[in-house]
């Protein structure tokens, strides 16, 4: 299927044979075929996109013959892979009651509810770092750490995690490290090319790009996705071949549209800055980022340095009234809880996602209660500036 332009839907659940040799044959992977749409790579459209997501992460430090659909597993959402790779983990063996998991935050908040409510019932042991510091997860490190599981750029703080430096302190033990690249994307940052062993990504975001499906992948060296692939036939969490065509389509523009994204977030941000109805702008192209020394080591000017910006208005109010007057007002702004579109996009944190969390939760997770999400589309800057122009003038 490498190279292919397009990726015809097949729907068939399960594919049929001529005779019962043959169906035994392709059960026990003596040849390529087909067999059941849930199993793991089953189904012609799902292992397109496998090879073409393979290809994203891969492209740039190995050949293509290198690499193949069997180098990406893929899942009906985000946090599907996410718990399908640890229930596999700890069903295969490589996770046992008493071993330790290491996991950045602040990050996403369905994420730490997993690693706070979910981990802890199979026995293993979670502590919380600050992963942008590598001494930090060193000294966290013991013989118990199994796992290292890290946000590139949390959401939606973009606080950053030092990959690269993680990446080297790890290099050589038998510890698995796992990064969510959600906001990252393979354009903006590609964890393999230094030292992750796995990189997960929730397509519905940037990679799919349109708004139209929910999808979720994980990408790596075949021998690291083996470590949890026997279970993927069992659990059954596996994205549809629709789901996989309109995801296979977004591959081909995902270059030209993150570029676009990403050129425009940085206008934005710097624009931002000078408006005095904002209290502060979180984004890693800007030498005012907290972590702007490891945005400088992990992303570059090429690229750009992602297409989402964080910002703290002044009060509660004013995040509330600037993201509904730019919903009431723009042409192409949207209030929601997702991101990675074609179209500008914003969430109020603590009226919306987080509305139920006590003022202790929200310290804990690492949010300000002004703080408001962007995910930049890839409209005219101009019509982006001049619709938020507007909004902060009426605050």
């Known amino acids: 299927m490498k190279n292919k332009k397009s990726a015809p839907i097949v729907r068939d659940a399960a594919f049929t044979f001529n005779s019962v040799d043959s169906a035994r044959k392709s059960m026990t992977g003596e040849n390529d075929n087909f067999v059941y749409s849930r199993w793991a790579h089953g189904n012609p459209t799902v292992r397109a996109l496998e090879e073409e997501l393979a290809h994203l992460e891969f492209r740039y430090i190995k050949e293509p013959e290198a690499y193949s659909y069997k180098n990406c597993l893929t899942f009906a959402s985000g946090m599907a892979a996410i718990l399908q790779m640890f229930a596999g983990l700890v069903a295969s063996g490589f996770l046992k009651r008493g071993d330790e998991i290491l996991v950045s935050k602040p990050l996403y908040m369905t994420t730490i509810e997993v690693f706070e409510k979910d981990i802890p019932l199979w026995g293993m042991k979670v502590k919380f770092v600050d992963a942008s510091s590598v001494a930090e997860v060193k000294k966290a490190i013991t013989r118990k750490t199994k796992v290292v599981f890290v946000e590139f750029l949390a959401n939606p703080t973009l606080a950053m995690a030092d990959v690269i430096g993680i990446g080297k302190l790890i290099a050589g033990t038998n510890i698995l490290f796992v990064v969510d690249n959600s906001f990252g994307s393979p354009y903006y940052f590609r964890p393999l090319e230094h030292g992750a062993h796995l990189v997960i990504h929730s397509v519905t975001k940037f990679i799919s790009g349109h708004g139209d499906v929910i999808a979720g992948a994980i990408i790596g060296e075949e021998k690291h996705i083996n470590l949890f692939i026997e279970q993927y036939h069992?659990?059954?969490?596996?994205?549809?071949?629709?789901?996989?065509?309109?995801?296979?389509?977004?591959?081909?523009?995902?270059?030209?549209?993150?570029?676009?994204?990403?050129?425009?977030?940085?206008?934005?941000?710097?624009?931002?800055?000078?408006?005095?109805?904002?209290?502060?702008?979180?984004?890693?192209?800007?030498?005012?980022?907290?972590?702007?020394?490891?945005?400088?080591?992990h992303m570059?000017?090429?690229?750009?340095?992602?297409?989402?910006?964080?910002?703290?208005?002044?009060?509660?109010?004013?995040?509330?009234?600037?993201?509904?007057?730019?919903?009431?007002?723009?042409?192409?702004?949207?209030?929601?809880?997702?991101?990675?579109?074609?179209?500008?996009?914003?969430?109020?944190?603590?009226?919306?996602?987080h509305v139920a969390c006590t003022e202790e939760e929200m310290q804990e997770f690492g949010l300000s209660p002004t703080l408001i999400r962007l995910t930049i589309g890839i409209e005219d800057i101009e019509d982006i500036k001049d619709d938020f122009a507007d909004a902060l003038s009426d605050l």
Not at 242 to 262: E, W
Not at 321 to 345: H, P, Q, Y
Not at 347 to 353: I, L, N, P
């Open 300 to 353: 570059d000017n090429n690229t750009g340095y992602g297409g989402m910006i964080s910002i703290d208005m002044h009060t509660p109010e004013d995040a509330k009234k600037f993201l509904d007057t730019l919903a009431a007002e723009s042409r192409t702004f949207d209030i929601s809880v997702s991101l990675g579109f074609t179209n500008t996009r914003g969430e109020f944190d603590a009226g919306m996602v």
């Open 234 to 297: 069992r659990y059954g969490a596996c994205m549809s071949p629709d789901v996989a065509s309109l995801v296979f389509r977004s591959c081909k523009t995902f270059d030209i549209r993150l570029k676009k994204q990403g050129l425009n977030a940085f206008i934005l941000a710097r624009w931002l800055v000078d408006q005095p109805k904002i209290k502060r702008v979180h984004y890693p192209g800007l030498d005012t980022f907290v972590h702007r020394d490891l945005a400088r080591t």
